[in-house]
């Protein structure tokens, strides 16, 4: 049973380059939720997606924007890239008829120069 | 809205001693918690959860925590830590996700450093 997957592990991008993050959540899950942890802080989170649709939003800019797939994967895309951008990227899943509990990826470690 | 408090942001112990790890959190509903961990150069992985009933509760790798509601605190706690424990914890909270929405709110995390 696979886990959460997110896709690149790494990346680096210049300040006002776009990027784009992947996540496929873990078998019988259909909610994905973006979390971004800056160094030395704890995860915060940016938004929620459920059945296509953004259902929740963090203190996050409109710069940070994302989409959910039928088949449940998600991507988060992140425009106008600051210096401040740089952090890891957690995706996390749940299933809304699997319980209360809410499991993340490896992330994406993204790096702004 | 809720919030979570990690009062220490470092914890130093030897191998084999106990250790405790501190949470405290805030809300004004009914909330689930958890502690995830953190391995360097990784994700979170989820340790333990406390969503209702027996206010003990047990994790994976010998962690325990105990749910205190009059005191809103939710501290990790090992009977024995090894070198491999080293790693960084996260106390997070949320809340029951009564309309299919659940976000976490997490600490800033406690450092756990286990020497020989």
């Known amino acids: 049973d696979a886990g959460v997957t997110q896709s690149p592990t790494h990346l680096i991008k210049t300040r006002g380059q776009q990027v784009t993050l992947r996540c496929s959540p873990k078998?019988?899950?259909?909610?994905v939720s973006w979390y971004q942890q800056a160094l030395g802080q704890g995860p915060q989170f940016i938004f929620q997606y459920y059945e296509e649709e953004e259902r929740q939003r963090g203190n996050f800019p409109d710069r940070f924007s994302g989409h959910q797939f039928p088949n449940y994967s998600s991507e988060l895309n992140v425009n106008a890239l600051l210096l401040g951008d740089s952090a890891l990227y957690l995706c996390a899943s749940r299933g809304t008829r699997s319980g209360n509990t809410i499991y993340f990826g490896e992330g994406s470690w993204l790096t702004v120069v | 809205a809720q919030s979570v408090t990690q009062l220490d942001s470092q914890v130093p112990v030897f191998e084999e001693a106990p250790v405790e790890l501190r949470c405290n959190y805030s809300?004004?509903?009914?909330?689930?918690l958890f502690w995830y961990v953190q391995y360097p150069n990784q994700g979170l992985q989820l340790l333990l959860k406390?969503?209702?009933?027996?206010?003990l509760v047990k994790g994976i790798n010998g962690f325990e925590a105990e749910f205190n509601k009059s005191q809103t605190s939710f501290h990790l706690r090992k009977p024995s830590v090894h070198i491999s424990d080293t790693a960084e914890y996260f106390c997070?909270?949320?809340?029951?996700?009564?309309?299919?929405?659940?976000?976490?709110?997490f600490g800033t995390g406690t450092r756990l450093l286990v020497s020989p």
């Open positions: 078998s019988g899950h259909d909610t």
């Open positions: 406390y969503l209702s009933g027996s206010t």
């Open positions: 809300s004004s509903v009914s909330v689930y």
């Open positions: 997070a909270v949320s809340d029951h996700g009564g309309t299919g929405f659940q976000k976490l709110v």
